[in-house]
């Protein structure tokens, strides 16, 4: 199993252009999220799914959406990128564990807003 | 609101000095704790998940441990291999997660 995947690895986006973040997972995965990770900060929800055709918001989704019509793909859409967008973004996927959830993470896309 | 602190934010050891990392938190109807690892420039990788006070898990040097307000994640004499980003995280009825800002760790030689 390859896990959770993201493309593509970095970016360079001029202000106002749009952009889309992939995300892959061959686990089988109900629930995948997107995150946002600022330096030394830790991790914020922007949207994640239960499954496919469902999606909800997170802590910090403006300015970004989501469809899933997959149960393996879950891509990020940026619209009219903003400075305040730079940050690395994980994509992460999950099963129910008992009480709770164990999430398994990509390796992240680093953005950069110019 | 929910909420996860973690400390302190920076930890710096030497090779075989044990210590420990604490995690406390608020969080309405508490599903599970979470502990991860992130190396740098890469994705948190999952080290435990503790559901109920008491609960303790290991694996090779670290211990995590679960009361009704904190986590501790326990280093025993730890290698430079273990200097990494420690994130703890909790979920509460909506299964998202609530993340720390972390503790990294330097263990010098």
């Keep these: 199993n390859a896990g959770v995947t993201q493309t593509p690895k970095f970016r360079i986006l001029k202000i106002?252009?749009?952009m889309t973040l992939q995300c892959t997972q061959d686990m089988n995965h109900n629930y995948m999220y997107w995150y946002r990770q600022d330096p030394g900060m830790g991790l914020k929800l922007i949207y994640y799914s239960v499954g496919a055709g469902i999606t909800d918001k997170g802590e910090v989704p403006n300015g970004y959406n989501v469809s899933r019509s997959t149960t393996e793909d879950f891509p990020l859409r940026l619209e009219l990128a903003a400075?305040?967008?730079?940050s690395v973004y994980f994509c992460a996927s999950s099963y129910l564990d008992g009480g709770g959830e164990t999430q398994y993470f990509g390796p992240g896309t680093r953005l950069l807003v110019l | 609101e929910d909420q996860v602190t973690q400390s302190p934010e920076a930890l710096r050891l030497q090779e075989g000095e044990s210590s420990s990392l604490n995690?406390?938190?608020?969080?309405?109807?508490?599903?599970?704790?979470?502990?991860?690892r992130q190396d740098?420039?890469?994705g948190p990788e999952f080290l435990f998940t503790l559901y109920s006070a008491g609960e303790e898990k290991e694996k090779e040097r670290l211990k995590a441990t679960l009361t009704k307000k904190e986590s501790f994640l326990h280093i025993t004499a730890p290698k430079p291999e273990d200097s990494a980003t420690y994130l703890c995280a909790v979920t509460d009825s909506s299964y998202k997660l609530i993340f720390g800002s972390?503790?990294?760790l330097l263990v010098r030689p």
């Design chain 1, 16 to 18: 106002g252009q749009s």
């Design chain 1, 83 to 86: 400075p305040s967008q730079t």
């Design chain 2, 23 to 36: 995690c406390s938190y608020t969080v309405s109807g508490l599903r599970g704790l979470f502990w991860y």
């Design chain 2, 102 to 104: 972390g503790t990294r």
């Design chain 2, 40 to 42: 740098p420039g890469k």
